[in-house]
């Protein structure tokens, strides 16, 4: 399913296979919140060679993009990853991108990450309780909107 939505000079779509170097560069430039390169790799890979039918990523290209999963049980859309480019911060594409999924949505982000914290309480997500990542035990806040 193509998901399109443009608003001025902003246009919200499914990514292409030919955003991956700039979607990359993105990760690169988050890192520490979303994980290195390796993982990206491996998402995108699987992305597109494996492709599930409730699995999703869009765009707003060259600035900023959405990696989620839309429960199958429940409807509830599961981000996975959300970032911008260090050149287009503070500007609300990162909301844009969450408006565009629609609502109910759960997440999960770095516990220690001040600047991720912030933007999804801003943003009106509600704060649902810690859990531990299985692979370095790393602190996690869980939200929910």
């Known amino acids: 399913m193509e998901h399109i939505y443009q608003e001025k000079y902003m246009m919200i779509r499914t990514a292409k296979t030919t955003d991956k170097d700039w979607i990359e560069e993105i990760f690169a430039q988050n890192k520490k919140i979303l994980g290195g390169a390796g993982y990206f790799g491996m998402q995108w890979h699987r992305y597109w060679n494996q492709p599930k039918s409730n699995e999703f990523w869009i765009v707003i290209e060259n600035k900023a993009f959405c990696h989620y999963l839309v429960r199958k049980k429940d409807n509830v859309k599961v981000v996975y990853e959300i970032a911008t480019h260090n050149d287009f911060k503070k500007q609300g594409l990162g909301k844009k991108l969450i408006e565009k999924i629609g609502q109910p949505i759960e ?3 770095d516990y220690d990450s001040i600047e991720s ?3 999804y309480k801003k943003i ?3 704060p649902i309780g810690v859990s531990y990542t299985k692979s370095d035990n790393k602190k996690m806040m869980n939200y929910k909107k």
């Open 107 to 109: 997440l999960k982000t």
């Open 117 to 119: 914290n912030a933007f």
């Open 124 to 126: 009106g997500f509600a």
